[in-house]
């Protein structure tokens, strides 16, 4: 009973999707109805997406990308720059708590004694990581769900969140800048990692994964190859599957078909996103994260790029906006000397001066 208090105390957004789904469930009984509200196809994909990145780090991937930035980072602010951009980056492809996982220890380690500059570079890369994942259909939760869900054309996708990232990647770089010169006395150069032949495997996989996503194959067909290959390969890879996030879809599609099933629900929700699914995704994502609020707001809009960039945008802000920067926060406490209180204004501050920037350049048609 105790582990599964702890459990539920430590997922606190399953436990308020479960709850959710459990009180719309009071009012609409389960039925056959039930069965069309999980969308399978957004669930395949995040597992096989979730076991192939836990294969690509296993082999040392992120170990030598880290090692590559270290050999050209003199200075505390070069390093910022060069965290930051790793994490903009490879959160396109491996996602935003990945990159986060990867690189805020290393941080940490890099800049110990140094906790002015310390704060401000885990801030940065937490921003630039969830900035940079809106720019693929994969680079976080919600986007892989609004993508199948609405089946955008990629192009529409791409228009949609590119502009922004473009300016995102602008804004990143002249944020780094006010971190100082600090010379740093960087570790030695470690022998790297060796990366296996099995490497191979898992490039496929996420090349299938990629074909999956754009539509040229069936999302099944990706699940069942990852799958299968994996319980062959390295069943152990299937532990690192986030099976709690993937029940919290659950919960979250139970609930919003529920409420889609309310009449007078469905028709003030409605009412209230019309034109204003910029707005309304950047603000429930303050106060539930921008992964429920995609799945909440997504049965109450057909405007699928808005909501996408309201999500994008709104896992900018408080702490709680981006699961994302739960985890980089709970990084940072490890770093001796950590200082939960300055961190947070640091972040606070960081946070909503890039993300009014960004609502003001998206609401002026960029």
Not at 139 to 153: D, I, R, S, T, V
Not at 281 to 287: A, D, H, K, M, R
Request: charged share 10%; net charge positive.
């Amino acid at each position: 009973m105790k582990k599964m208090l702890a459990f539920f105390k430590g997922e606190m957004v399953l436990t308020i999707a479960l709850i959710a789904a459990l009180l719309s469930m009071l009012l609409i009984a389960p039925d056959t109805g039930y069965a069309a509200y999980v969308d399978w196809n957004v669930l395949m994909l995040l597992f096989a997406l979730m076991a192939v990145v836990a294969g690509l780090k296993k082999c040392g991937v992120m170990g030598r990308v880290s090692q590559a930035l270290l050999s050209r980072a003199g200075d505390a602010r070069k390093l910022c720059l060069a965290l930051s951009m790793a994490c903009f980056f490879s959160a396109m492809l491996l996602t935003n708590d990945v990159a986060l996982l990867t690189f805020v220890p290393l941080t940490a380690a890099l800049l110990a004694g140094k906790p002015g500059a310390l704060i401000l570079t885990v801030s940065l890369e937490t921003v630039a990581a969830n900035l940079g994942s809106m720019a693929t259909p994969i680079g976080n939760p919600q986007n892989l769900y609004l993508y199948a869900h609405y089946e955008m054309p990629i192009g529409q996708f791409f228009g949609a969140v590119l502009p922004l990232t473009i300016a995102s990647l602008v804004m990143v770089i002249a944020a780094s800048f006010l971190v100082k010169k600090e010379t740093l006395a960087l570790p030695e150069k470690q022998e790297q990692q060796a990366i296996g032949g099995v490497i191979w495997l898992y490039a496929a996989q996420f090349v299938l994964c990629l074909i999956c996503v754009l539509g040229v194959l069936p999302k099944w067909v990706c699940f069942a190859a990852v799958l299968v290959s994996t319980l062959i390969t390295d069943r152990s890879l299937l532990k690192q599957v986030d099976y709690a996030l993937l029940f919290t879809f659950v919960c979250f599609f139970v609930f919003v078909g529920n409420l889609g099933r309310i009449e007078a629900v469905s028709s003030w929700l409605g009412g209230l996103m019309a034109g204003r699914e910029l707005e309304m995704g950047i603000l429930c994502s303050q106060v539930i994260s921008n992964v429920p609020a995609a799945l909440m707001l997504s049965g109450f809009t057909e405007n699928a790029a808005e909501l996408m960039r309201g999500v994008d945008l709104g896992g900018l802000g408080t702490l709680v906006a981006s699961l994302a920067s739960l985890i980089s926060f709970k990084l940072y406490l490890k770093a001796p000397g950590a200082k939960a209180g300055r961190y947070l204004g640091v972040f606070t501050a960081m946070n909503l001066a890039f993300l009014a920037v960004l609502y003001a350049l998206a609401k002026l048609g960029l």
